[in-house]
């Protein structure tokens, strides 16, 4: 009787510590961050960064994926202070700086995979690696944008967020 107390005892104070830990039912954080969308059509490169209608961001970065020889990979371009509806809601032109009101000269060359990134006014940001040529291939329909995890419309970019919380 008393080892079935026990028992009993370990299977109802195992969830509550485990959710006093932070490991519970709810992950705090995604298994995986959300995906950033793009296409290339005629040569440009539009970016969908994903965003809650609520944030706002500050700068986008650009840099070299395939730069592993130094801890901080050269920015390669970068656009900053977004003015337009697009620019403010994540869509991007890389090397444009089309809809913001500062942005880098277009690099030389680009390279095969890039690391885009943002930085909201908080000081915190998402990023995620892009590989050109895969999404050069990609067969996307109107609207749709290439990820990691399949074709996404910008509004499905978005909606990996949790959004609700904010």
Excluded at 9 to 19: D, G, K, M, Q, S
Aim: net charge negative.
């Amino acid at each position: 009787m008393l080892r079935a107390k026990g028992v009993l005892l370990a299977f109802l104070v195992t969830p509550l510590l485990a959710l006093g830990s932070g490991c519970g039912l709810m992950p705090s954080d995604p298994a995986d961050p959300p995906a950033f969308g793009a296409r290339i059509s005629g040569g440009t490169i539009t970016v969908k960064a994903p965003l809650c209608p609520a944030d706002r961001f500050e700068r986008i970065d650009v840099s070299d994926a395939d730069d592993v020889g130094s801890e901080t990979p050269k920015t390669l371009w970068w656009a900053s202070g977004p003015q337009t509806r697009q620019a403010k809601a994540g869509l991007l032109h890389l090397w444009s700086g089309q809809g913001f009101a500062h942005h880098a000269p277009a690099p030389a060359s680009t390279p095969d995979n890039l690391n885009v990134g943002y930085t909201d006014s908080s000081g915190d940001g998402r990023d995620d690696v892009l590989p050109l040529q895969e999404i050069a291939k990609a067969k996307l329909g109107p609207g749709d944008y290439w990820t990691h995890d399949g074709p996404k419309t910008a509004a499905e970019i978005d909606a990996q967020l949790s959004c609700a919380d904010r």
